[in-house]
């Protein structure tokens, strides 16, 4: 029953090493995501699929945003689901453990 996935963090040490998997799954599930711009969701959150905000008055801001703008939830929900399916889902996922595991078992 989610229409915006939201994952806001603190910019602690702990926090920087976090693998914005939380995102991910909102993304598998065409949400628009709203997330802190701290360690590796700079790399997952692009303007298409949501917001990156660095305080509480960008996130109300994309909160209010996503939440009366219907155009830019549509289009950011499709965009989700679509960059979840080109770069996280299981075949490729799966597609870089076979590779990375074969490259080790290759240097041994």
């Not at 926090?15 to 790399?43: C, H, R, T, W």
Request: charged share 20%; hydrophobic share 40%; glycine share 6%.
């Amino acid at each position: 029953d989610a229409h915006i996935g939201i994952m806001p963090l603190p910019d602690g040490e702990f926090e920087k090493g976090k693998g914005s998997f939380k995102i991910i799954q909102y993304m598998a599930n065409s949400l628009p995501v709203i997330a802190s711009d701290v360690g590796n969701n700079i790399n997952i959150v692009a303007p298409s699929v949501g917001f990156l905000v660095s305080n509480k008055d960008e996130l109300v801001s994309a909160i209010l945003k996503l939440s009366t703008d219907i155009d830019e939830w549509h289009n950011m929900s499709l965009e989700s689901y679509n960059i979840w399916r080109s770069n996280f889902n299981f075949d490729k996922n799966l597609e870089i453990w076979k590779k990375a595991i074969s490259e080790h078992h290759h240097q041994l």
